[in-house]
């Protein structure tokens, strides 16, 4: 294509407002940016940029110039992007925080032994930007109001009950007024959620501990400070290994934990991740032995 140089420049040059941001972008010449913009005016026999004082303005015709341009670099940049996940396959996923650390990073070994995607993580909940952030997922529990109409694909829905620690549970069991109820600044209604389904009473009057993150508050648990409302998938591992009971079961929280994503038919690296969540989510159901719990109210 003739003088693709020009359009690249300026395509930086309209984004800009600026040819000396432009320059600096591009790591040219004021002049060098100048120069091209007057090869691609003479080459389209219109005007694209206009001075008023110290700063350029589009004009009509540059700023249709630059609705293509927008579209041609943008199709480029994906393009090259995906020949390089096709060289080495990489998945940017965003997740919630707890659920990143207690459950998905001691497995993603596992799924990059299968698949060979690497899965680079980072961490936040609620609202998410796909695409133009770098991300291709996230991995969300269902309690917020999406701004995007994004693909949404059930992993989970969410047990929750009660945890502590055995040692702990042998402490207060005789006398449950005694349990200090361990929240969250993350999740504050968790406790009054679950124990709405048992009368307003219950448990109402013992002592509290508030943490930052929910996070804390499982470690808490775990720790023997007291019981914590926990979500299975959260607290399955804990649950296996013994440092955790659930003496009073769980039950569903009428919430699941549910994968966003952009495209209606995902790249094979989307693709295997899918199929490796939801398989491996299948775990994170309690039994019913775990369901009924120590002491059913």
Same mark, same amino acid.
């Given at each position: 294509?003739?003088?693709?140089?020009?359009?690249?420049?300026?395509?930086? %040059?309209?984004?800009?407002?600026?040819?000396?941001?432009?320059?600096?972008?591009?790591?040219?010449?004021?002049?060098?940016?100048?120069?091209?913009?007057?090869?691609?005016?003479?080459?389209?026999?219109?005007?694209?940029?206009?001075?008023?004082?110290?700063?350029?303005?589009?004009?009509?015709?540059?700023?249709?110039?630059? =609705?293509?341009?927008?579209?041609?670099?943008?199709?480029?940049?994906?393009?090259?992007?995906?020949?390089?996940?096709?060289?080495?396959?990489?998945?940017?996923?965003?997740?919630?925080?707890?659920?990143?650390?207690?459950?998905?990073?001691?497995?993603?070994?596992?799924?990059?032994?299968?698949?060979?995607?690497?899965?680079?993580?980072?961490?936040?909940?609620?609202?998410?930007?796909?695409?133009?952030?770098?991300?291709?997922?996230?991995?969300?529990?269902?309690?917020?109001?999406?701004?995007?109409?994004?693909?949404?694909?059930?992993?989970?829905?969410?047990?929750?009950?009660?945890?502590?620690?055995?040692?702990?549970?042998?402490?207060?069991?005789?006398?449950?007024?005694?349990?200090?109820?361990?929240?969250?600044?993350?999740?504050?209604?968790?406790?009054?959620?679950?124990?709405?389904?048992?009368?307003?009473?219950?448990?109402?009057?013992?002592?509290?501990?508030?943490?930052?993150?929910?996070?804390?508050?499982?470690?808490?648990?775990?720790?023997?400070?007291?019981?914590?409302?926990? =979500?299975?998938?959260?607290?399955?591992?804990?649950?296996?290994?013994?440092?955790?009971? %659930?003496?009073?079961?769980?039950?569903?929280?009428?919430?699941?934990?549910?994968?966003?994503?952009?495209?209606?038919?995902?790249?094979?690296?989307?693709?295997?991740?899918?199929?490796?969540?939801?398989?491996?989510?299948?775990?994170?159901?309690?039994?019913?032995?775990?369901?009924?719990?120590?002491?059913?109210?």
């Amino acid at each position: 294509m003739r003088h693709l140089k020009a359009f690249h420049i300026f395509h930086v %040059a309209a984004s800009s407002a600026s040819y000396s941001e432009a320059a600096h972008k591009l790591n040219i010449t004021h002049g060098a940016v100048s120069k091209q913009i007057k090869v691609l005016e003479q080459y389209l026999s219109q005007p694209l940029f206009y001075k008023q004082g110290r700063n350029v303005h589009l004009t009509r015709e540059g700023e249709l110039l630059k =609705s293509y341009t927008e579209q041609a670099f943008n199709a480029l940049d994906a393009g090259v992007s995906l020949l390089s996940r096709l060289q080495n396959p990489c998945l940017e996923v965003s997740c919630e925080p707890t659920l990143t650390m207690r459950w998905l990073m001691p497995r993603l070994s596992d799924f990059h032994q299968q698949s060979g995607v690497d899965v680079r993580l980072s961490t936040a909940g609620g609202p998410v930007t796909l695409g133009s952030t770098g991300l291709a997922m996230a991995i969300r529990r269902d309690d917020f109001v999406s701004l995007h109409d994004y693909q949404k694909t059930p992993l989970v829905e969410e047990w929750v009950g009660p945890v502590c620690s055995p040692e702990y549970w042998e402490l207060v069991k005789a006398d449950l007024g005694n349990i200090k109820l361990l929240h969250s600044q993350t999740r504050p209604k968790a406790w009054a959620s679950w124990s709405a389904g048992y009368g307003d009473s219950f448990l109402t009057d013992n002592v509290q501990q508030t943490f930052a993150h929910f996070y804390f508050c499982i470690q808490a648990a775990v720790d023997g400070l007291g019981a914590a409302i926990g =979500s299975y998938p959260l607290v399955v591992d804990e649950l296996k290994r013994g440092n955790l009971i %659930a003496p009073f079961g769980f039950r569903l929280s009428g919430h699941s934990y549910i994968l966003l994503s952009q495209n209606e038919a995902p790249d094979e690296p989307e693709h295997a991740f899918i199929h490796w969540l939801r398989h491996n989510l299948r775990e994170c159901v309690p039994t019913q032995a775990e369901a009924q719990g120590l002491l059913p109210c």
